[in-house]
């Protein structure tokens, strides 16, 4: 597709359980993000990629969270033994560039809703 | 830390009506964007600023970026209820630093 697709739009799952969501960003993107948004209030940074490699995991919650991208494309975010405060909206975004061009464009996914019960 | 201060957090207003949005930081920053979210999507973005003192238009919405590089406005002209949505500033650095966001309504 021409835009950042994620997966799945919708999840419900029980306290306790592993959870994990997708992203798959623009063709030729090189840099992908993941951002937490709650109550449609603003972005919480959890983790940014740069090809493979994650530079800033500085955002990431807890332990619980983790990250990889395979192939310079596809990432996966898991969430361990969930907990009723992480339901959310997770947002996905790439950009062509990564850091180094602070003036780069977030083309965003629609995200993937989160609900821990 | 970097932060972005938006304000109003939340603002309703009747069509027709001007607002203006503003975001603060303590931080100077190399450039500041503005991005609009509405219900069930992702942020777009809608302008880039990078020069202390710039200033742009895009049709009816004011984007200006302050001399020192620490604060933007947004300044909405003859609102409409397609202007509906979350506001959002962010902040050009390594932390990807977003604002909390201004939720307008905008009712006909």
């Known amino acids: 597709g021409a835009g950042v697709s994620q997966s799945p739009s919708n999840k419900v799952t029980e306290k306790g359980k592993d959870v994990e969501l997708r992203c798959d960003p623009i063709?030729?993107?090189?840099?992908l993000y993941w951002y937490r948004q709650s109550l449609g209030q603003g972005l919480e940074f959890l983790i940014y990629?740069?090809?493979?490699?994650?530079?800033?995991k500085s955002g990431l919650p807890s332990d619980r969270f983790s990250a990889e991208r395979t192939g310079g494309s596809v990432s996966t975010l898991t969430i361990q033994r969930t907990q009723q405060e992480d339901s959310a909206v997770y947002l996905c975004?790439?950009?062509?560039?990564?850091?180094?061009?602070?003036?780069?464009?977030?083309?965003f996914g629609e995200g993937s809703r989160l609900t821990v019960l | 830390t970097q932060l972005l201060e938006q304000s109003p957090q939340f603002l309703s207003i009747q069509e027709g009506e001007n607002l203006t949005v503003y975001c603060n930081s303590s931080?100077?920053?190399?450039?500041l964007q503005w991005y609009r979210q509405e219900p069930g999507e992702g942020p777009v973005l809608l302008v880039t600023?990078?020069?202390?003192?710039e200033v742009k238009k895009l049709k009816r919405l004011t984007f200006q970026f302050g001399d020192a590089r620490k604060d933007s406005s947004l300044h909405i002209t003859a609102a409409q209820p397609g202007d509906t949505g979350l506001y959002l500033c962010k902040g050009g650095s390594e932390k990807l630093v977003f604002g909390k966001g201004m939720k307008l309504t905008v009712n006909p």
């Open positions: 975004a790439s950009s062509p560039r990564g850091l180094q061009t602070y003036t780069g464009e977030l083309f």
């Open positions: 990629f740069q090809g493979n490699s994650a530079p800033d």
């Open positions: 600023v990078v020069t202390g003192g």
């Open positions: 063709s030729g993107h090189t840099a």
């Open positions: 931080s100077v920053f190399s450039s």
